[in-house]
């Protein structure tokens, strides 16, 4: 069975659980959690938790009001390089997190290698660390659920929009759809809220037609991602939005943050 082990533990994130939660509830107040009655959806940033994790947990705490998903797929971005299809899944087996393995939903991935764009990739995974940041909240959140891993690497609408078509043809039920994806990068605090701001907006209108447009002048390394869950979905609210600035203290050298629900 294949397994995807934990690559960026004590880098992006602790591995020991108890600094996990103590971190998580300082946000989040654990609730039990119904199974959600329908899809939903968030945008979710994927930098150390030092610098994201407060944008991720406060979304995450927007969200619980869904309920408890029973399949959450990730679109993650591309920093490696690998990957030769449009999109990259991990097939089978689980996934590695301080809190305990996720397991693949190997039915669901097997219907998605069906079309044509999406290839069995385990290198484009294997050091990506897009998706796996955001699994700990997760499984912190919701605890069993089954995972659908796919890196976007090569990201233009028209792949959006035949992904979102797929999707939609399968019926989807008591799912979450997360995209994974920081906002402008390295420039000052300043400017990068200025110009994720035009991002922002262009999300909250849903016209996911500027959005590749925009990442010529707005450097989030998830258009892709992120035009995937705001076509799905018809409603989208921002939840918090900020620069490592925050945290960091340095003005001039940033990573904006955004975090949104949808549905």
């Not at 938790?49 to 927007?62: A, D, P």
Request: with cysteine.
């Amino acid at each position: 069975m294949m397994k995807r082990k934990m690559a960026f533990a004590d880098k992006f994130y602790p591995k020991d659980v108890y600094k996990l939660k103590s971190f998580f509830d300082t946000y989040i107040d654990k609730v039990f959690l119904e199974e959600s009655k329908k899809n939903f959806g968030m945008i979710l940033p994927h930098a150390g938790y030092v610098y994201s994790g407060k944008t991720v947990l406060l979304t995450l705490k927007e969200a619980l009001s869904f309920g408890k998903p029973e399949r959450v797929i990730i679109f993650g971005t591309n920093h490696t390089g690998f990957g030769k299809e449009t999109f990259s899944v991990w097939e089978r087996g689980k996934w590695e997190t301080p809190f305990g393995d996720l397991q693949i939903d190997e039915l669901f991935t097997k219907k998605l290698l069906e079309y044509e764009r999406v290839s069995s990739d385990y290198s484009v995974h294997l050091y990506e660390h897009s998706i796996e940041v955001i699994l700990p909240f997760l499984k912190y959140c919701y605890n069993d659920f089954k995972i659908v891993p796919i890196v976007y690497n090569y990201q233009n609408y028209n792949s959006t929009l035949e992904m979102v078509e797929f999707l939609r043809s399968l019926n989807l039920e008591k799912t979450l759809i997360i995209a994974s994806s920081d906002f402008n990068h390295y420039d000052s605090h300043k400017k990068t809220l200025k110009k994720d701001e035009l991002l922002i907006n262009e999300i909250l209108k849903r016209n996911t037609t500027e959005f590749f447009k925009l990442g010529q002048e707005v450097s989030a390394c998830g258009i892709g991602p992120i035009s995937v869950v705001v076509e799905y979905f018809q409603n989208v609210k921002l939840v918090y939005h900020t620069t490592s600035a925050e945290f960091s203290g340095d003005y001039n050298f940033t990573v904006g943050y955004a975090g949104f629900v949808l549905w």
